[in-house]
């Protein structure tokens, strides 16, 4: 099974693009802390969100709002010049809304909403995470969303 659970903080507000099919996404990097040894450290791990996931992640959060991602866990295969790397992300299928989500945020809140299929892998074009070249085209049309209160 492949799955992953975050809690973390968005670094910068979510920016809605499309892919070149015409699917929109939002491509995000989420702050997570991690304890060791009494130290504290902070991971930065990509993420990504489909469609309307993706359209109420851009609408509702801001720079600094701590979410929960329940996800899967992406990795690619990359050569640059006979360089082999993987890109690891996470395609975020449930975001739920923890607190601080910025200017939009109602106090006492705690809204979420997943997607209710599985969304493609998406396929940045380089490890500096820009979506520009999304490949999305096994995705299906039904984008059904369940918002949970």
Not at 66 to 77: A, K
């Given at each position: ?25 939002v ?24 469609e ?62 997943e ?35």
């Amino acid at each position: 099974m492949n799955s992953v659970n975050l809690i973390g903080r968005i670094t910068k507000d979510p920016e809605l693009r499309s892919s070149s099919n015409g699917k929109s996404f939002v491509a995000f990097t989420l702050a997570v802390n991690e304890f060791s040894g009494g130290n504290q450290f902070t991971q930065f791990v990509p993420c990504f969100a489909w469609e309307k996931t993706a359209e109420n992640l851009a609408k509702f959060v801001k720079k600094g709002a701590q979410i929960s991602v329940e996800g899967s866990i992406n990795v690619r295969q990359e050569n640059n010049n006979g360089q082999f790397s993987q890109i690891v992300t996470v395609r975020a299928n449930r975001i739920e809304f923890l607190n601080g989500t910025g200017s939009n945020n109602q106090s006492g809140s705690n809204n979420s909403f997943e997607s209710n299929q599985s969304k493609p892998t998406a396929q940045p074009s380089s490890n500096n995470f820009d979506f520009d070249l999304i490949d999305d085209s096994k995705s299906s049309n039904d984008d059904s969303i369940l918002w949970e209160d």
